[in-house]
């Protein structure tokens, strides 16, 4: 029976290019806090399934949108 916390080989290239990506985009680190935090959720997408560079980027997307939906809007 195959550990469901494994990863496939390929399943941590794509999480690392996703990582890299993502982090490049909004000009953090990936070594940063807020790269620990994107990595621990890529890691936690990829728990049973399988996804590509686009699905995972897809996902993040939208839980930052969720998230920023939520925030508080400032008063002026």
């Given at each position: 029976?195959?550990?469901?916390?494994?990863?496939?080989?390929n399943?941590?290239?794509?999480?690392?290019?996703?990582?890299?990506?993502?982090?490049?985009?909004?000009?953090?680190?990936?070594?940063?806090?807020?790269?620990?935090?994107?990595?621990?959720?890529i890691?936690?997408?990829?728990?049973?399934?399988r996804?590509?560079?686009?699905?995972?980027?897809?996902?993040?997307?939208?839980?930052?949108?969720?998230?920023?939906?939520?925030?508080?809007?400032?008063?002026?």
């Amino acid at each position: 029976m195959l550990d469901p916390k494994a990863y496939h080989p390929n399943d941590v290239f794509v999480m690392r290019q996703a990582l890299d990506d993502w982090c490049a985009r909004r000009r953090i680190e990936a070594n940063s806090r807020e790269g620990h935090r994107i990595a621990l959720r890529i890691l936690d997408l990829m728990k049973g399934e399988r996804l590509t560079r686009t699905e995972i980027f897809m996902r993040l997307a939208e839980a930052d949108t969720e998230c920023s939906s939520r925030r508080p809007q400032a008063a002026y």
